[in-house]
């Protein structure tokens, strides 16, 4: 039987240090996987000319599944975000942001485990009629749902609920002000909910899921929400764990999925082997999960949180003074 192939995209800044850390723990824990390079963001624009080069799209679309690093878009100039390019031309309608408490860390809370399911391609990103008058006086942006995209999205987080055991499925809205777009999601929604009545449905306005996530985070479980209240919530949701340091990220599609840290590169610390990588290898463990690979996304998972919990090889961000090789070793000690 052939091996998978995985496409990995090392990225800018610290990426390349954190995604080697990544790899070597994954063939550690007995992952034979055949890796095939390529290149994207500022790396790419200084060996190739572009940001996303052609040979690393097809890549992606050749090997389906890909473990991605924090990757730069030049501010200004034009550029177009090179996540949101990856999510639009590989169709990855479902952003997937686990976040749980690992004793050692620096949070403020020790029972969060919560998972926001954003919408990935519509919504105030899909970059629809965004325009200045000519005086420069006014600007303007369109916010598009569909039925389809809506109904995909929530099925989706309630299959998620129902396939990991979960209990509850908040469905994040401002229907009360935003009529139209957020009250077509919230329709849909409720629809999609009818079918699924062993899942508690909840619903709650965005503003007061903020409230509730940092005052009674104990209370939620899955969030399913649109494109813009799922970037910002699941930001907040990884403050309460430590940190974006401590959050990954998985972009899945019907045909392909990007697993990736979703952290910044972080240029100031780039070549210093002092990054955090626990973000990018918690991305591999999703890539396991979604692989069907159970068994060895659990021992990756249960040797972090060790490693994590006996503090003496965490990095700076986590209150120690390891190295990132250090940390990486440490977590390949206890595979």
């Known amino acids: ?33 055949d890796y095939d390079y390529a290149d994207a963001g500022l790396v790419a624009l200084e060996k190739h000319g572009e940001l996303l080069p052609q040979a690393t799209l097809d890549l992606i679309e050749r090997n389906k599944v890909s473990l991605k690093g924090p990757l ?27 976040v749980i408490s ?13 998972i926001t399911v954003r919408e990935n391609t519509e919504g105030m990103y899909s970059g629809a009629g965004q325009k200045r008058s000519d005086d420069n006086n006014s600007a303007e942006a369109m916010s598009i749902i569909t039925r389809e995209g809506a ?7 309630f299959e998620l609920a129902k396939n990991e055991g979960r209990k509850k499925v908040t469905v994040v809205h401002k229907a009360n002000i935003l009529k139209s777009t957020s009250g ?13 009545p062993e899942i508690q449905c909840e619903e709650m306005i965005v503003d007061a899921a903020c409230m509730n996530l940092v005052m009674y985070p104990e209370r939620f479980d899955v969030m399913v929400t649109t494109n813009l209240f799922g970037d910002i919530l699941s930001d907040l949701c990884a403050g ?22 979703v952290h910044g590169s972080a240029p100031d610390i780039a070549g210093k082997n002092i990054a955090n990588p626990t973000s990018v290898i918690l991305a591999s463990v999703q890539m396991l999960e979604y692989l069907g690979m159970q068994e060895k996304a659990e021992r990756i998972l ?33 595979l």
């Open 102 to 114: 690992f004793k050692g860390t620096k949070s403020r809370y020790e029972n969060i485990d919560i």
């Open 72 to 98: 730069t878009t030049p501010v200004g100039g034009g550029f177009t975000s090179i996540n949101v390019s990856l999510r639009k031309k590989f169709n990855l309608y479902a952003n997937v942001r686990p």
């Open 302 to 334: 249960g040797a972090v949180r060790a490693t994590i919990e006996a503090g003496e090889h965490v990095t700076r961000d986590l209150g120690g003074s390891a190295s990132t090789d250090e940390f990486t070793q440490a977590v390949i000690a206890r």
């Open 240 to 261: 309460l764990v430590g940190g974006l340091g401590m959050a990954p990220g998985a972009n899945i599609g019907s045909g392909a999925a990007i697993f990736e840290a």
């Open 151 to 157: 109904e995909r999205i929530a099925t989706f987080a």
């Open 184 to 196: 077509l999601f919230l329709e849909v929604a409720r629809q999609v909910a009818a079918r699924y």
């Open 1 to 33: 039987m052939s091996k998978t192939r995985i496409t990995v995209i090392p990225g800018d800044g610290i990426g390349p240090s954190i995604i080697d850390s990544a790899i070597q723990i994954l063939q550690h824990a007995g992952c034979d996987f």
